[in-house]
């Protein structure tokens, strides 16, 4: 693959840095790769990247429950703003089918997401900004665990204080639709709210030739099916983006004898914030509306997930200014809004900030959708990244200082 030309201009230690640390940058997302670790598992990608830092001359500090890190650049006394990067860390409990010769060699859980390019970005930031002869401010890395997992790690950053004294925060999420040396960006919502849904059903059961003896529940659960979707469409404001797809439908196992339980698991997403307030009594209104003519009993589980990712307009402006800098005018992109959800959105109920789109698509062959397990990126997405997340601290120390 050919180089991907920066402008001229940045600072000269982030090129000297990226000409010694390209190659490293690859290994260690190859690395991380090859050995991915589930939510609040990460023990030893914890390690893999605390060493690296501390060979570098930085104080890295573990989190609270043993895995995720925070370490701190710069001189307290420059008297320029805090400014947190961050990345995740955890891999999907899926078998990889790349076929790469770096694939996981652990069974059942691989890194379909990017986890492992976001956490050498950072690392990359971080060792480029620890050679820098003078930082104008200080910047917190955060590389934290558990972004699968709901409501998400975010939450125990925030709660270990480590947003303390930030004032803005920024990420990068890889984007296979976009391709490499385009980073997408956007002010305002980027991500939607997500939350789980699992309808559990009872019903005393019997034969399919009397269901007016019994309460029918293949009957009731097609109606939640199809019923509960149509009614959020009439009852949530159309533009907010809301959607409730299911994933799981459980019932019964012969043809002519109605089941006694029955469970459906599915997902509600929405784009906005004040639509997602209110989901919860919306769902559960609707549930007990549709259920009640059939006897059928029930237990509603509506486990709350994120909030949208929404991009304070002031720290996507710096974000757009820092891929133009560190990138080129021509890699600005406009990211759309996505359905999905991410937890770097706790840190926004908290700080200004705002989250990238980082593309990672070669621009030959299929573009691979997140989370499929023959995902994979180009590499050179990586040194991108870095360069983003440098001229992103840059930036936001520019601004505040002005």
Known sequence: MPELRAPAGGPAWLEDWLVSGRAELVEWRRHLHQHPELSHIEHATTAYV?????????????LPRGTGLACDLGDADTGGPLIALRADMDALPMQEHTGAAYSSVVEGVTHACGHDAHTAVLLGAALAMAVAPHLPGRVRLLFQPAEETMPGGALEVVAAGELTGVARIFALHCDPRLEVGQVGVRAGALTSAADHLEIALR????????????????????????????MLSRRVDPRSGTVLVWGAV?????????PQSGLLRG???????DTWAKLESVVA??????????????ELRHQ??????????????????????????????????????EDFAWYLEHVPGAMGRLGVWSGHGPQLDLHQPTFDLDERALEIGVRVLVHAALEAWGSEED
């Open 50 to 62: 605390a060493q690296r830092l501390t060979a570098a001359g930085l104080t890295p500090r573990v």
């Open 267 to 273: 997902t509600v997403r929405t784009g906005d914030r």
């Open 304 to 341: 709350r997930g994120v909030p949208p990712v929404v991009n304070d307009r002031a720290s996507a402006r710096m974000l757009r200014a820092a891929v133009s800098g560190g990138v080129g005018e021509q890699a600005v992109a406009t990211a759309l809004q996505s359905s999905g959800g």
């Open 285 to 298: 209104e609707g549930v007990a509306a549709l259920l009640a003519p059939t006897g059928v009993t029930y």
């Open 203 to 230: 019903s005393p059961g019997g034969h399919t030739s009397r269901p007016h003896l019994t309460a029918d529940l293949v009957h009731a659960l097609g109606l939640l099916v199809t019923g509960l979707p149509l």
């Open 250 to 258: 459980h019932a019964g196992d012969a043809a002519n004898a109605i």
